[in-house]
């Protein structure tokens, strides 16, 4: 079974700053898909960023990117231009492509504080 | 196009009590997942419903049980609520139809389920 660690459980980082989360995983698949969402105090939880193993190139949304490495299953997220509505938990997850049924393998979470 | 829904927000039961929580998932997708989410913690899946029929189940005791309606709405069912069951329910929906099958998955507000 697949497995998500995220060994940092609370950072902060000063407004518009950059910080990085870290998370690592477990797996014996070659082929998977690896995301970041963002959950805000009492609110839903939202896709930040996303990366598919078989693609080398690390993703990038605005102000937002991975530093992806495939083969020590390392998957961290840099946030630059840290911005207060950036405070939230911040989860790492892991999903299997086989078959159906396959659900996401979250991480336990890691708490952002944004310092003005 | 309206998002995932659920209802209630916030639910108090005793022990040994049964509850039902409700999802009604992104206009357009026709599977929906349910995690339990307890404080301070990942969510951890649940169940899957695809089409109406239960499409993958995560490490829970049969006492918790769902359905899925023909509009691809869903119900999380749990019987003789313990005191571990107090946790944040989610519910995600996703789409056999997306470019690549659920891989996006949309996640509700969540019901907040207490039990004494």
């Known amino acids: 079974a697949q497995t998500v660690t995220q060994s940092q459980p609370e950072m902060s980082v000063q407004e518009a700053e950059t910080v990085t989360l870290s998370c690592t995983y477990d797996?014996?698949?070659?082929?998977?898909?690896l995301f970041w969402y963002k959950q805000p105090p009492s609110r839903q939880m939202i896709l930040v960023i996303r990366q598919e193993a078989y693609k080398q190139q690390n993703a990038t949304e605005n102000r937002f990117s991975v530093n992806f490495q495939k083969a020590a299953k390392s998957f961290s997220l840099k946030i630059s231009d840290s911005q207060l509505g950036d405070a939230a938990m911040y989860f790492c997850a892991y999903r299997s492509p086989i078959g159906y049924g396959q659900n996401f393998v979250f991480g336990p979470g890691t708490r952002l504080s944004v310092l003005p | 196009e309206t998002g995932v829904t659920q209802s209630p927000t916030h639910l108090i039961k005793t022990r040994g009590q049964q509850v039902t929580l409700r999802c009604s998932s992104q206009s357009g997708h026709n599977t929906v997942s349910w995690y339990q989410q307890a404080l301070g913690q990942g969510p951890q899946f649940i169940f899957q419903y695809y089409r109406e029929e239960e499409n993958g189940r995560g490490n829970f005791p049969p006492r918790f049980s769902g359905l899925q309606f023909p509009n691809y709405s869903s119900e999380l069912n749990v019987n003789a609520l313990e005191l571990d069951d107090s946790a944040l329910y989610l519910c995600?929906?996703?789409?056999?139809?997306?470019?690549?099958?659920?891989?996006?998955?949309?996640f509700g507000p969540g019901t907040r389920l207490t039990v004494l």
């Open positions: 995600a929906s996703s789409s056999d139809r997306a470019r690549v099958f659920y891989m996006e998955q949309f």
């Open positions: 797996t014996s698949e070659s082929d998977y898909y």
